[in-house]
């Protein structure tokens, strides 16, 4: 059984500019979960897609967008990237929507804003 | 809302004893938490969850106490070993899909 992968593992990017993740969700999973990890903080829900559809939204800006592809991989993508945007993006998969059902997290992506 | 941790606090326990890392959580309409640790460069990973309609949950070296009058959770680590070093982090849901708030975290140090 695969676990969940990210990519990159490690992003520069400037001040404006537009950035794409990527996670692959754990074998028979349908569900990603996406968070923000700033240096020495909790991580902060982001959004939730299940079958390719958000369902679920934390307090981020729209400029913060996502997918999911029908293999429920899924790609979040931030526009007009800012100082405050960098940090740790995890994602985590699950199977179903449930409260209860548990979540893989991947090992995350390190995204550094300059 | 979500807690934000400005800054870890850190607890400090000699390899052999009990650890015991508190939480407080905010929403009172939360029915589901769980602990989480996560190590360095790497993701949370799942520790022990339990129900709101609990007060009580055992795992292997760990146990979980919920305390819903005061909104408080712990986390009783057994025999702590190195390996136990980590940030560990108390975690709330409530609502129809899987939105997790995070607590502020805790560093474990394990002193050999």
């Known amino acids: 059984e695969t676990g969940v992968t990210q990519s990159p593992t490690h992003l520069i990017k400037t001040r404006g500019q537009q950035v794409t993740l990527r996670c692959s969700s754990q074998?028979?999973?349908?569900?990603v979960s996406w968070y923000q990890q700033a240096l020495g903080q909790g991580p902060q829900f982001i959004f939730q897609?299940?079958?390719?559809?958000?369902?679920g939204r934390g307090n981020f800006p729209p400029r913060f967008s996502g997918l999911q592809f029908p293999n429920y991989s899924s790609e979040l993508n931030v526009n007009a990237l800012e100082l405050d945007d960098s940090a740790l993006y995890l994602c985590?998969?699950?199977?179903?929507?449930?409260?209860?059902?548990?979540?893989?997290f991947g090992p995350g992506t390190r995204l550094t804003v300059l | 809302g979500e807690n934000v941790g400005l800054h870890l606090p850190t607890l400090s326990v000699q390899e052999g004893d009990n650890s015991i890392i508190n939480c407080a959580y905010s929403?009172?309409?939360?029915?589901?938490f769980i602990w989480y640790k996560q190590e360095s460069g790497k993701g949370p990973q799942f520790i022990i969850d339990?129900?709101?309609?609990?007060d009580k949950r055992q795992g292997q070296r760990v146990t979980v106490l919920l305390n819903k009058t005061v909104k408080h959770l712990s986390l009783q680590i057994a025999a702590t070993q190195p390996g136990d070093s980590a940030v560990y982090f108390c975690?709330?849901?409530?609502?129809?899909?899987?939105?997790?708030?995070f607590g502020t975290g805790t560093k474990l140090q394990v002193i050999p």
């Open positions: 985590a998969s699950s199977s179903g929507t449930r409260s209860e059902a548990e979540q893989f």
């Open positions: 074998s028979g999973h349908n569900t």
């Open positions: 897609y299940y079958r390719e559809e958000e369902n």
């Open positions: 929403n009172s309409a939360s029915d589901y």
């Open positions: 339990i129900r709101s309609n609990m």
């Open positions: 975690a709330e849901r409530s609502g129809g899909y899987q939105k997790v708030t």
